[in-house]
């Protein structure tokens, strides 16, 4: 059993919130020690102060809670303003993040690397042309901090190194091997993709429409396999 | 008392209501009962009636008996004005607080991706027909003010806008009788961003 006194207050961004019963909201938090969590906020709809306000997703919070088993009672909740001021911005990529999170990570497993990373990804996301360098990034990130991490810089057929100007094919649980035009096997997975599109995305420095063209298409597609057939609800926003 | 008496039956249909606990379920069933027969009938008919006709508005999705509301109907209301709520209580709200003489259109509900509410449940396509009828002159987006309801505005303004229509968006901000220092930081950065020219 999770049994869990947490008196302090812990850096926590609100990934999705419902109601529950007449006054209450199911909150699932993202904290920086304590990963994933389940929260349950009673009375956060009414009183004379109520959270629901506070309680909003991308704004960066203090929370602290009690109890044990799988959902927590919140106890406090305050807004961490120092950390950025809320703006409004187009959330699209913001519930796409989040829904990555919600159904990537398992609730209780501690991941600070990865709550260090949405931080970042939620500060670039509003910035002019850096919120799909950051998607990506942050997508590869999370994908290496649940275990599957991707070689990118290696061909994973030869042990040679990736080179600019090749062209590479990826294989499901084994990694990049050269492309050299053989018909594809497993259909679903059938991607290639340029040697300088993996050697960015290692090394973080994507640029250009065309390498982040191929490296969302990339992303999509490794995602894919990792998320299951359910499609991903926050695409829906994207016509 | 049994489980699958009469009285435990109309107590725990009554708990369908919102704020309707056992007890006051209880406490209404038996005023029912001893004091209101009459009342009682009365509800029970006019319950039935309204579930079995009450619709939506063809044109607004606002709940009425008839085809079109009564708002939508009226001459004298602006139909160039068009007024984006998210329920039928809010077209209420507005109507009977404010001196707004436009038309309205009800998404009855907000986008929550998350939960799998999209712009299909929301009636956009509707509300792009409605649009390309070239009578709107300005959509006023009037969802509430948390991420999800700002997304849905967001969302319904990037397609207004598509067409040429003006999109404004109602003030966010300190509330009549409110103190500076008690409203959040939120709201107040809202209500700086947004501040108006002062009249």
């Given at each position: 059993m999770n049994v869990n006194h947490h008196p302090t207050l812990e850096p926590a961004f609100v990934l999705n919130r419902r109601p529950y019963r007449e006054t209450s909201l199911l909150v699932e938090a993202f904290t920086a020690k304590s990963g994933r969590v389940g929260l349950v906020a009673k009375g956060a709809r009414r009183g004379k102060i109520p959270l629901a306000p506070v309680l909003e997703p991308f704004r960066p919070l203090l929370l602290s809670w009690r109890g044990s088993g799988e959902l927590f009672t919140l106890t406090v909740a305050e807004p961490d303003d120092s950390v950025c001021s809320p703006r409004i911005w187009s959330v699209k990529s913001g519930f796409y993040v989040n829904e990555l999170l919600l159904r990537l990570l398992r609730r209780h497993d501690p991941s600070p690397d990865i709550f260090e990373d949405y931080r970042q990804v939620l500060k670039r996301i509003p910035v002019p042309g850096q919120e799909e360098p950051a998607l990506r990034i942050f997508e590869k990130r999370l994908l290496a901090a649940i275990g599957y991490g991707l070689s990118l810089d290696q061909d994973a057929e030869t042990g040679r190194p990736v080179e600019h100007e090749k062209s590479y094919r990826y294989q499901p649980g084994r990694g990049f091997v050269e492309d050299h035009g053989a018909p594809c096997i497993?259909?679903?997975?059938a991607i290639t993709v340029r040697g300088g599109t993996l050697i960015a995305l290692g090394r973080e420095t994507l640029q250009g429409s065309e390498q982040l063209r191929e490296a969302k298409h990339l992303m999509r597609t490794i995602l894919r396999g990792y998320l299951g057939e359910a499609p991903l609800a926050s695409r829906m926003l994207y016509r | 008392m049994t489980d699958n008496t009469l009285i435990e039956h109309l107590v725990t249909s009554l708990r369908?209501?919102?704020?309707?606990?056992p007890k006051s379920a209880q406490r209404m069933v038996y005023h029912l009962l001893g004091r209101d027969r009459d009342g009682g009938r009365i509800l029970a008919n006019t319950l039935r009636a309204a579930m079995d006709d009450i619709g939506n508005c063809r044109l607004c999705r606002t709940f009425t008996e008839s085809e079109l509301c009564a708002l939508c109907v009226s001459e004298s209301r602006d139909p160039s004005l068009l007024c984006v709520v998210e329920t039928p209580a809010n077209v209420a709200a507005i109507n009977r607080g404010t001196d707004y003489n436009g038309r309205f259109f009800v998404l009855l509900g907000h986008l929550s991706p998350l939960d799998g509410v999209g712009p299909g449940h929301l009636g956009i396509d509707q509300l792009k027909k409605r649009l390309d009828t070239?009578?709107?002159?300005e959509v006023i987006l009037a969802t509430g003010s948390t991420v999800e309801r700002q997304a849905t505005a967001h969302y319904i303004a990037e397609f207004v806008r598509e067409r040429g229509i003006l999109v404004s968006r109602i003030a966010l901000g300190v509330p009549l009788g409110g103190e500076l220092e008690f409203v959040d930081s939120g709201t107040l950065a809202h209500a700086l961003s947004g501040r108006g020219e002062y009249r």
């Open positions: 497993s259909g679903d997975f | 369908c209501l919102p704020g309707v606990g070239g009578d709107i002159r």
